[in-house]
């Protein structure tokens, strides 16, 4: 039992890694990782959507809508998420303006962000039951979390770097997330 | 005693032979002296003399601006020639305040006598030392009657006396140690009993032999226990916080002064000038300057402060033919004088005639490969490559967070570098413009205060005058229907008419006869005038 | 349909609420990004960003009504400040503004001073010292080189004199490494 959660975590942060892997949630990997500060807060924001999130789509799916409205399912389920979205907003904005304000328009677009969306809707497929669920969600937006940080600190490195004229900007930062995404796939077969 | 290991170092070539051979030399007085009033740490000295004036050897002539400043005397006696901006040795090459002191060659000295420091309070000690011009000879020039007071947040248990002089070429301190280590170790016993340290230890490099036996004999002559301590050479174990690793093993926090550890750490030369001042009443107007390099004869002398430093090198046999320039301190942390006409200051411990076979010139600067042998020989264990990185993309607030502020631009890191990359220039880049902007968000944040205190008290001054025209109104309203006010008009207007009638203009009486004529010719004239109208 | 209709009102509803409790439970109180802003604009008050200073002008920017390019005194290093604080790209500063020069003080030439104190009332700091019919002058150290007492000088008495470098203001450069003129 315990094992398969262990199994869940790994897999979503490391193996099955939502961005760099499933290639979800791209937008604000790109967009929000200039600066460390603020990817680690739309980490932390991320992360408290999605947890919460798949929890709830998972009680949604199963005890509202059941077999018979499951048409309802991508319908609610973006409902639900806005809500929470808007209601993590309200909270930074109280607690953090200055990460608000970082964060910008990508926070109240953690709604369409397709990983957001995409891991409950996994949920669903894989048929996990609620503690597998939050624990999908809570891995999957972990490995968000750590690869946009990661990336962020080699961005803020690249500013300073010699980039040759073409490269300079976005371009070599897709370079970067490329060769990123390729030592992700080192991860493949480390659970079988 | 057991000692301790500090990290990284390196050890460049020593070059100390060449200037230790002949014991310390006294020049002739010069016939100029300039003395600038920024020789020290801290605030700009304040005038206490006037163009013409006539001064005696060790006269005060620019007292202490605040706490942190020290004094400027005479060292000898003559006339006050000028006070006017002169070229200073300091890094930047530009003029500062300095006054010239015309020599009278009598070297007449003012009043001066020991002071009886035991039989006085302390702070009253302190104050002499301030007004004496005590200064850190270490190079670093900070004054010493701050680090000599003694706090009782923070009691000094060990006072260490630094003799180690890591730097190469220099060897001033050593040769000070050799010949007047008896004085020394007198002023090391001032300074104990000023702070209250439980016990002082006086710390030499091993490639001082001959000064640290010179140390040991003077020590056992004293009362007082002082231990002397040899330390392995290694630069720069000459550095404060360096050294107090090495003697205590106690490691001076990050930020903090070394008083927070209960050590408090002096130059040898210091304690020789304290001495001097206290047991001789003899301010700080001379020291021992290493000239060295490219000299005919390189050694030791004891130069008047205001010496222009190209007489100085003229009295050490003047320059080699390949000599390019001099430079002020060691070949580590020193910098190139923009000339040989600046003088001599508190801070010159040493002046080597560079050549370019001593001082190879700058190989152009390859990449950084991140090869991290400035980390391993850092003394203060700092990220040197990560520092260089952020100062050189202009991201101080990442280098400031890096501890940039803990670096002593010792240049190990710039030393070892296989890429040839002038790492401390990108520090101190680094450290004055983020020094330059910290100045100025203080600046803004008066700015500001003034500003809104501006703002309020217009607004004040507003609310005031609306509240005075109300009151005004309000009185005016009271009053408008009253008798006694329309009374009051009423009188004024007659007394105004009264006034008007009893009043006859002055010139026309007695008037002749031309002048009657013309003034009738006037009146027709503005008459017609009058009509047109 | 009916139960897929109560379904989703039932959410709509419930997630409203929640909203709306929220929303008065963290409310903001104030702007703490004006003072965020304002804090790294120069304070020169200066104006020339057409707003009447620098906390206006703070405030035109938390509220989106300014862009961040428009403070000269403050130059490129201020408005990269402003672009990392807020999460915007850093932008040319705008000429119309003007153009930033170097930091300089404004300097009373003072036998032409006739006292009308017509600077002083404009200085927006208080910097300048005086009374009617006697000579002005200029604290130096309080003057931020704004130029607004330049306008109102009946007289143009007034100068902007830049700050030389002193030994107490000068600074390290940035390592350069010479080119040697190779002789021909």
């Known amino acids: 039992m315990l094992e398969s959660y262990i199994l869940i975590l790994l897999g979503t942060v490391f193996v099955n890694n939502i961005v760099l892997v499933k290639i979800l949630g791209l937008c604000p990997f790109m967009g929000v990782s200039k600066k460390l500060e603020a990817s680690i807060g739309m980490g932390a924001a991320t992360t408290f959507v999605l947890t919460i999130g798949s929890g709830s789509s998972y009680l949604i799916n199963q005890y509202l809508l059941g077999p018979d409205l499951f048409y309802l399912r991508t319908l609610s389920f973006i409902v639900v998420i806005a809500g929470i979205v808007q209601f993590t907003e309200i909270v930074v904005e109280k607690t953090s303006p200055v990460l608000y304000q970082l964060l910008g328009i990508y926070l109240p677009l953690i709604t369409t962000n397709c990983a957001v969306l995409g891991i409950p809707l996994l949920n669903v497929q894989g048929n996990h039951n609620f503690m597998q669920s939050l624990l999908f969600g809570f891995g999957g937006s972990v490995g968000f979390s750590l690869v946009l940080v990661l990336f962020a600190s080699m961005r803020e490195r690249m500013e300073a770097a010699d980039v040759p004229g073409p490269f300079k900007g976005s371009a070599i930062a897709m370079v970067t997330a490329g060769l990123m995404s390729l030592a992700f796939m080192g991860f493949a077969g480390l659970i079988r | 005693m057991s000692l301790f290991k500090f990290h990284g170092g390196v050890h460049p070539p020593e070059h100390k032979l060449k200037s230790t051979a002949a014991p310390i030399r006294s020049v002739t007085m010069p016939l100029r002296l300039v003395l600038p009033l920024r020789q020290h740490v801290g605030n700009v000295a304040k005038l206490m003399v006037a163009v013409g004036d006539h001064v005696l050897k060790g006269q005060l002539l620019a007292a202490p601006d605040g706490m942190i400043s020290a004094a400027v005397h005479a060292p000898t006696s003559g006339t006050i020639a000028a006070i006017e901006e002169r070229l200073i040795p300091h890094a930047s090459g530009l003029p500062d305040l300095c006054i010239t002191l015309n020599a009278d060659g009598e070297d007449r000295w003012g009043d001066h006598q020991p002071l009886d420091y035991q039989a006085q309070e302390k702070s009253a000690v302190l104050d002499a030392l301030r007004l004496a011009g005590v200064v850190g000879l270490g190079g670093a020039t900070f004054p010493s009657h701050v680090k000599l007071r003694a706090d009782d947040a923070h009691p000094v248990l060990t006072l260490i006396i630094n003799g180690a002089e890591c730097e190469p070429y220099i060897t001033c301190d050593d040769l000070l140690m050799r010949e007047r280590a008896l004085e020394i170790v007198r002023g090391i016993e001032i300074m104990q009993y000023l702070l209250g340290a439980k016990h002082a230890i006086i710390g030499i490099e091993d490639n001082k032999p001959e000064a640290a036996a010179a140390m040991r004999l003077a020590c056992s002559q004293n009362s007082i226990s002082i231990t002397v301590a040899t330390v392995p050479t290694l630069y720069p174990g000459g550095g404060a916080k360096q050294l107090i690793k090495v003697l205590t093993g106690l490691e001076v926090p990050s930020g903090k002064l070394p008083t927070t550890i209960g050590v408090q750490c002096f130059n040898v030369a210091t304690a020789y000038t304290v001495h001097r001042f206290i047991d001789h009443g003899e301010p700080v107007i001379s020291r021992v300057v290493t000239v060295t390099g490219r000299v005919a004869q390189p050694g030791n002398y004891e130069v008047p402060l205001g010496m222009e430093i190209f007489d100085l090198v003229q009295a050490a046999g003047g320059t080699a033919d390949d000599s390019n320039g001099l430079v002020m301190g060691g070949p580590m942390m020193g910098f190139n004088l923009p000339s040989g006409h600046v003088p001599v200051v508190k801070g010159t411990n040493c002046i080597i005639a560079s050549a370019p076979a001593l001082f190879a010139p700058q190989p152009p600067a390859m990449p950084c490969i991140r090869c991290a042998r400035c980390a391993e020989v850092c003394p203060v264990n700092l990220q040197p490559q990560e520092l260089y990185w952020f100062a050189r993309a202009d991201n101080f607030e990442k280098a400031r967070s890096y501890d940039l502020f803990d670096c002593i631009e010792c240049g190990c890191c710039s030393y070892v570098c296989p890429s040839r990359i002038p790492l401390v220039q990108y520090y101190r880049y680094a450290k004055s413009e983020i020094l330059a902007s910290d100045k100025a968000r203080q600046a803004a944040n008066v700015a500001r205060e003034r500003n809104e205190l501006r703002l309020a008290r217009i607004a004040r001054e507003k609310e005031e005058r609306a509240a005075k025209h109300a009151e005004r109104a309000v009185g005016a309203r009271a009053e408008a229907g009253g008798d006694a006010k329309q009374a009051a008009i009423a009188a004024a207007m007659a007394r105004a008419e009264a006034q008007k009638a009893e009043i006859v203009p002055q010139n026309v009486t007695d008037l002749s006869p031309l002048v009657a004529t013309e003034i009738k010719a006037i009146d027709a004239r503005r008459g017609k005038v009058d009509d047109r109208d | ?184």
């Open chain 3, 1 to 184: 349909m009916m139960t897929a209709l109560l379904v989703m009102i039932g959410l709509a509803l419930l997630l409203g609420i929640v909203l709306g409790y929220s929303a008065l439970k963290f409310k903001v109180e104030g702007d703490p990004l004006v003072d965020k802003i304002d804090a790294i604009l120069p304070q020169t008050q200066c104006g020339q960003c057409g707003f009447p200073g620098c906390k206006p002008y703070a405030t035109a920017i938390a509220h989106g009504e300014a862009d961040i390019n428009q403070c000269p005194p403050g130059g490129e290093p201020g408005m990269r400040a402003l672009a990392d604080l807020l999460g915007v790209e850093p932008k040319p500063l705008n000429a119309e503004c003007g153009t930033p020069k170097p930091k300089s003080v404004a300097v009373i030439v003072e036998n032409l001073c006739i006292g009308c104190t017509l600077c002083i009332q404009a200085c927006p700091v208080d910097a300048i010292l005086g009374a009617a019919k006697q000579m002005h002058t200029v604290i130096a150290s309080e003057c931020t080189g704004c130029e607004l007492c330049l306008p109102p000088c009946p007289v143009d008495c007034i100068s902007m004199v830049p700050i030389p470098e002193k030994v107490d203001n000068w600074k390290w450069r940035y390592p350069v490494i010479e080119i040697k003129s190779l002789a021909v």
